[in-house]
Structure formats: structure tokens, C-alpha cells
């Protein structure tokens, strides 16, 4: 993990009284899912080595803060444990977080909250990218393929680009021999 309990809950938007321990497993999913395809597996890798050697560069250092990393992967982890925070997994069944002085929300309410989560987060990413094509020196094992045809990288396959596997439909193709 790339973070802590502690700066799990700063860069959250959950309240600062969360029993944030429920949400460590979907860290690594957020990781995955979100963190790596941004930075690249070469970068991350990198990044995870100097966080456990606890030994942070001053680039990496900042890349977590004020570019937002850590504000992107704590968004994230919450919009992938959102089920397990509307709902209570026990041995007897999924039941709906509910207390005696408070009603859980609506499945409709939910899909509200789920949908305004999700959009921070791609903003939260574009802002990440946007930081690290900014200041690709710094981190020269960004992937070549997510850079921005910035100066400082040459002539590189653009962040616009993208990805087929994550299209929900392939372009139509012209038919070039019409009679």
C-alpha cells in the first residue's frame, strides 16, 4: 500500500471519526484499478519500494501530496468500498447500515452518491496526470505510453489516446468499395 490509515482519512472525504481499519482491503484494489494504469507499473513498483524502505525521494514525496496522489487513491478506495459502507456483511446476511436514530440511504440515493464519487475521481486523475506530464523530469519511469508529447519526453503516444479494452463500442468501419 502507497498509504496509511492516517492519510487514508485526511484525504477522504469520510469524517475524521471513521473506523477507516474496513475500508485497508480496498487499498489495494483502488491501487490497482486506478493508481496503476495512471503511473505505470515501473513507477508504481518504484514508488511502493521507497514508501517500504522508507526512504521517500523529495519527487515522490511531493507526486503523494501536492500532486495528489494520495488525494486520487483515497477517493478512489472510498468509491470502491462504497457497498461495504452502505451495508453491513455479517455471517447472517447483507443488511443496511442503520442505527436507532438514523436510516440508511436509498439504492437511489446511492447510485446519486456513487455517481458524484466516481466523477471526483476523474477529476482527481486528470489533475494526477496533468502533475505528472507537468513534471515528467521528475519521474523519468513514467510510462512512455501515458505521457503527454510534452518537450521534455519527445515524441511519445499521447494520455488522449484510448484504451480499446475500456470502450464500450468499436468505431464504425467505412467500406471503402462501395459499388
Known amino acids: 500500500m502507497i498509504i496509511n490509515k492516517q492519510y487514508l482519512l485526511q484525504y ?7 473506523q477507516v481499519d474496513e475500508l485497508l482491503n480496498y487499498v489495494n484494489v483502488a491501487e490497482k484499478i486506478w493508481i496503476v494504469p495512471v503511473l505505470g507499473e515501473e513507477l508504481y513498483e518504484d514508488l511502493q519500494q521507497q514508501i517500504d524502505d ?19 487513491l483515497s477517493f478512489a478506495t472510498v468509491l470502491e468500498a462504497l457497498p461495504v459502507i452502505w451495508s453491513n456483511f455479517s455471517e ?11 436510516d440508511s440511504v436509498s439504492l437511489k440515493d446511492m447510485t446519486y452518491i456513487e455517481h458524484h464519487i466516481r466523477n ?5 486523475k486528470e489533475s494526477l496526470i496533468k502533475y505528472l506530464n507537468d513534471h515528467c523530469n521528475s ?10 508529447q510534452c518537450s521534455c519526453c519527445g515524441d511519445k503516444l499521447g494520455m488522449e489516446r484510448p ?4 470502450q ?3 468505431p464504425r468501419r467505412r467500406r471503402t ?3
Open 12 to 18: 477522504s472525504p469520510l469524517p475524521s471519526n471513521y
Open 54 to 72: 522508507d526512504e521517500l525521494s523529495e519527487e515522490y514525496g511531493t507526486l503523494l501530496t501536492t500532486g495528489g496522489l494520495w488525494q486520487y
Open 92 to 102: 447472517v446476511g447483507i443488511t443496511l447500515g442503520k442505527s436507532e436514530n438514523s
Open 120 to 124: 471526483q475521481v476523474e477529476v482527481l
Open 139 to 148: 519521474f523519468p519511469l513514467f510510462a512512455v505510453s501515458d505521457c503527454c
Open 163 to 166: 484504451n480499446p479494452a475500456l
Open 168 to 170: 464500450l463500442y468499436s
Open 177 to 179: 468499395n462501395l459499388k
